[in-house]
């Protein structure tokens, strides 16, 4: 079936061949950043949680908090969300009280996380200032 008269059928007519090809503005540099930094830090926050738990020790109470604000922000910034600098505020201040408890914890996993965090809340201030 020819794709026209499949997406007709779909009731996009003829307009939906331009509106298939669209994609989405790049974003600046500062959510570019932001969107990388949150990743990298969601990430350092489940390997932290996962290597305080094969280590047997407590850590920090707030990575899995601060891993879920992380995966949230780099997303509402990837969409272009109105929610996006507000998201970015919030991951601020949760990535920072996250690097505070990770250092109180003392572990290597835990002082790397809190130097992904402290990054991450660098790149959000950049981000929403």
């Not at 540099?29 to 926050?45: L, Q, S």
């Not at 707030?62 to 922000?73: F, G, Q």
């Not at 965090?117 to 929403?128: F, L, R």
Request: with cysteine.
């Amino acid at each position: 079936m020819l794709r026209r008269s499949f997406l007709s059928m779909l009731g996009f007519g003829v307009i939906a061949a331009p509106l298939v090809n669209l994609s989405a503005a790049e974003p600046s540099g500062a959510e570019a950043a932001c969107i990388a930094e949150c990743k990298k830090c969601a990430k350092e926050c489940a390997t932290c949680i996962q290597c305080c738990k094969e280590e047997g020790h407590k850590g920090c109470a707030l990575c899995p908090t601060c891993e879920k604000m992380c995966l949230v922000c780099a997303a509402l910034c990837e969409s272009e969300s109105p929610l996006s600098k507000d998201a970015c505020k919030l991951c601020e201040q949760v990535c920072l009280a996250c690097a505070k408890g990770c250092r109180a914890a003392g572990s290597d996993c835990c002082k790397a996380c809190a130097e992904r965090c402290e990054k991450c809340a660098a790149a959000c201030k950049a981000c929403h200032s």
